[in-house]
């Protein structure tokens, strides 16, 4: 599975974007998908939103809770970031990520628990 990240770009403060992720291979399906963020360049990557495999479950920062939606489309091998009402803190560049096992938050959250990452978009928010 290569996740390959689409969709961001330059938005005023409470705009909104949506962010796309593309995943080749056939076990797409078998892998829950997330999605996390860099503010800045030395900064670790920050959790944002990750859905389980067959999307029942979606797991949320705190940050994201309420602007932020993560879908899946297992039939076209696709896991998008709905963000709206988008802040100046939001800017960063977003990276999708698949991982293979991850059953709770915790697990979810961690960025060293994914198996696969893409190379990021860039989203800004101006003010």
């Known amino acids: 599975v290569q996740p390959v990240e689409s969709g961001g770009g330059l938005v005023q403060a409470g705009g909104s974007l949506r962010l796309s992720c593309s995943a080749s291979?056939?076990?797409?399906?078998?892998?829950?998908m997330g999605w996390f963020r860099r503010q800045a360049p030395g900064k670790e990557r920050e959790f944002v939103a990750?859905?389980?495999?067959?999307?029942?479950?979606?797991y949320y920062a705190d940050f994201v809770k309420g602007r932020f939606t993560i879908s899946r489309d297992n039939a076209n091998n696709r896991a998008d970031l709905q963000m709206n009402s988008l802040k100046p803190n939001d800017t960063a560049v977003y990276y999708c990520?698949?991982?293979?096992?991850?059953?709770?938050?915790?697990?979810?959250?961690?960025?060293?628990?994914?198996?696969?990452w893409g190379q990021g978009t860039q989203v800004t928010v101006s003010s």
């Open positions: 990520a698949a991982n293979y096992y991850c059953s709770d938050y915790a697990c979810f959250a961690q960025a060293s628990e994914y198996q696969y």
């Open positions: 291979g056939r076990a797409f399906a078998s892998y829950a």
């Open positions: 990750a859905i389980n495999w067959s999307g029942g479950n979606t």
